[in-house]
């Protein structure tokens, strides 16, 4: 089972829709929680970190779910330009810490 | 004025070459990492350096070798080239803790022929 699990999509939507995207992970000692974004032939960038209360960022809202070790994304008002992959990433403590990524979830929002 | 910058960005080179890729960080960050993303864009850790310490090594083959001479660099070495280290190489930085995202270099598009 990989330690990061996202449906890779591609998930096709019309401008103005509301699109979720969710990960699992398996990792139960993971304990920091994010949401990244990569553009074609881009580096990934950070969109938002996830709080276990959850936390929105204008049309964009994360929530964590550790009972059932999962996080999401909500797409509110969906632009042009949201189109990209996101990739979830969770920290997990190994002697320091690291960082693994799911293998992206591919968005594209038509006009 | 980049924070996180890894040089060359494009790489081609003949399978059983030697070749090694730049990064640099003037974050201030701890810690560093090299990713490998595939033609497939699954984003996979290769190594992590705190430091100048490796702290995480994930079964990458011996003939990738990782080396920081301080805490602001980390370079990539690759012995003997093979046709499935074709790649995004992406160098990254952080600070250590749990809370702390991860800064990525541009990316090192690599070809081997």
């Known amino acids: 089972r990989k330690e990061v699990e996202q449906d890779p999509g591609p998930f096709n939507v019309p401008e103005g829709a509301t699109v979720a995207f969710n990960c699992t992970y398996s990792?139960?000692?993971?304990?920091?929680f994010f949401w990244y974004r990569q553009d074609c032939r881009k580096e990934p960038k950070l969109l938002m970190s996830v709080y276990s209360s959850g936390n929105e960022d204008g049309r964009f809202t994360a929530q964590l779910n550790r009972a059932s070790q999962y996080i999401s994304l909500l797409i509110r008002d969906s632009k042009l330009s949201d189109s990209a992959t996101y990739l979830c990433?969770?920290?997990?403590?190994?002697?320091?810490?690291?960082?693994?990524f799911g293998a992206g979830t591919r968005l594209f929002v038509k006009a | 004025d980049t924070a996180v910058s890894q040089t060359p960005k494009y790489l081609v080179t003949q399978m059983g070459n030697d070749k090694s890729i730049k990064c640099e960080q003037n974050?201030?960050?701890?810690?560093m990492y090299w990713y490998k993303q595939d033609s497939k864009k699954f984003l996979k850790i290769m190594f992590s350096?705190?430091?100048?310490?490796?702290?995480i090594n994930e079964t990458v083959p011996n003939r990738f070798s990782p080396k920081s001479p301080d805490k602001a660099h980390l370079n990539l070495h690759i012995n003997s080239l093979e046709l499935g280290d074709s790649a995004v190489y992406f160098c990254?930085?952080?600070?250590?803790?749990?809370?702390?995202?991860?800064?990525f270099g541009q990316g090192t598009r690599l070809t081997v022929v």
């Open positions: 990254a930085s952080s600070q250590l803790g749990q809370g702390y995202e991860a800064f």
């Open positions: 990433a969770v920290n997990i403590p190994t002697g320091g810490f690291k960082t693994i």
């Open positions: 974050l201030g960050h701890d810690t």
């Open positions: 990792n139960s000692a993971s304990q920091s």
């Open positions: 350096y705190n430091n100048k310490e490796l702290i």
